[in-house]
């Protein structure tokens, strides 16, 4: 395969831009402002910036002056930074509030079948009973491996290992290798069975991660390791001409989705030069959707299981999005670190 070609400081300067158009965006204590945030702490980890890292401790230090919110399953994702700021600042409070947020998923969130963590969110009308929703593999699992692998905590560790099999039990599909969105336990089925850009890019992007955590002599490396091969060899067979995917993966005539193709094309770094062709275009690809103040654009609202294709066609795609952010972010810092800059 060719050798990906990119403008390095190119890529750097974009970076920047869309680290500081994130900042100009107000966030709550829940998963848009974890994923934004985990993305300007990946952005940190290549480039050392240390304005990122003072504004993302700014950002939690206001937050934190109002203690701890109610705790849920999407806002764990906030966790994320809170172990990059332990690491880096070596202060006690950020690891003990990521604790108490690992103990919350681990002894008082609600869960099905064998642990596997149901969906919620924060407000109250929200309520999905026994559901598992793809988005959970990213904001809890991968969260717990984290912070398991840091503490050297099995119990976190394991669990949050319980997540990725849990999720692949429900939600890839076995002839095409794609992640349904949703699964409902009730009803027994993936309620509309639609494979969301987004919802695979939470699958990629977060196994991905998982197998630079867990030693290969794991039997759950294997099982995690195949999971995404198999997921990632139907993905790029679905990658659209100008380097994007669409938001129903298999249906054409839905929009182009760019927090999702940012996703899948991050999780493709990890199998080296195997799918550079494909990576190659998506960094034309995403690049072109980064304005000069750096917005993420084309990037779908927060999206519920929909009731059919046409309700993900028709989700709005016209405003920033944390989410957007955050996965550009981890994609274009991926891309730097593939190459060892920093």
């Known amino acids: 395969m060719p050798k990906l070609v990119f403008d390095e400081s190119e890529v750097k300067e974009v970076l920047d831009r869309i680290v500081d158009r994130t900042f100009k ?26 304005t990122y890292i003072q504004s993302i401790k700014h950002w939690i230090d206001e937050e934190l002056e109002d203690g701890l919110p109610r705790l849920t399953v999407n806002a764990s994702s906030i ?13 006690e409070r950020y690891l003990d509030v990521a604790t108490q947020m690992a103990d919350y998923l681990l002894h008082e969130a609600e869960r099905f079948d064998d642990d596997v963590l149901q969906h919620t969110v924060n407000g109250d009308k ?13 904001m809890a699992g ?20 319980k997540q990725y099999h849990g999720h692949e039990k429900f939600l890839q599909n076995d002839e095409t290798d794609l992640y349904y969105h ?4 009730i009803s027994g089925n993936n309620m509309s069975s639609i494979f969301w850009a987004r919802g695979n890019s ?14 290969v002599q794991h039997p759950s490396y294997m099982v995690i390791d195949g999971s995404l091969r198999d997921q990632q060899s139907a993905l790029v067979r679905l990658q659209s001409e100008e380097g994007l995917w669409h938001t129903v993966l298999t249906d054409p005539t839905t929009p182009l989705e760019v927090s999702g193709s940012a996703g899948i094309a991050a999780s493709l770094l990890v199998r080296g030069k195997l799918y550079n062709k494909y990576i190659q275009k998506s960094i034309n690809g995403l690049l072109e959707r980064v304005k000069e103040d750096g917005s993420v654009m084309n990037v779908s ?6 009731n059919d294709a046409k309700g993900y066609k028709d989700v709005p795609d016209k405003r920033v999005q944390g989410w957007g952010q955050g996965l550009a972010l981890i994609f274009f ?3 730097l670190k593939s190459r060892n800059i920093g």
């Open 202 to 215: 939470w699958a990629a992007i977060t196994m991905a991660r998982a197998l630079e955590l867990v030693e």
């Open 79 to 91: 966790g994320h930074i809170l172990l990059t700021l332990y690491k880096v600042t070596k202060e």
């Open 142 to 161: 991968y969260f717990l491996l984290r912070i398991g692998k840091l503490l050297n905590r099995e119990d976190y560790f394991e669990f949050g290992l």
């Open 301 to 306: 609202a927060g999206t519920a299981v929909m």
């Open 126 to 138: 929200y309520d999905f009973p026994e559901q598992a929703w793809v988005d959970t593999m990213f």
């Open 25 to 50: 965006m107000d966030f709550s204590w829940d998963w848009p402002g974890g994923v934004a945030f985990y993305g300007v702490t990946e952005a940190y980890e290549v480039t050392g910036d240390e």
């Open 333 to 335: 810092a991926s891309l």
């Open 182 to 185: 949703g699964w409902d336990n």
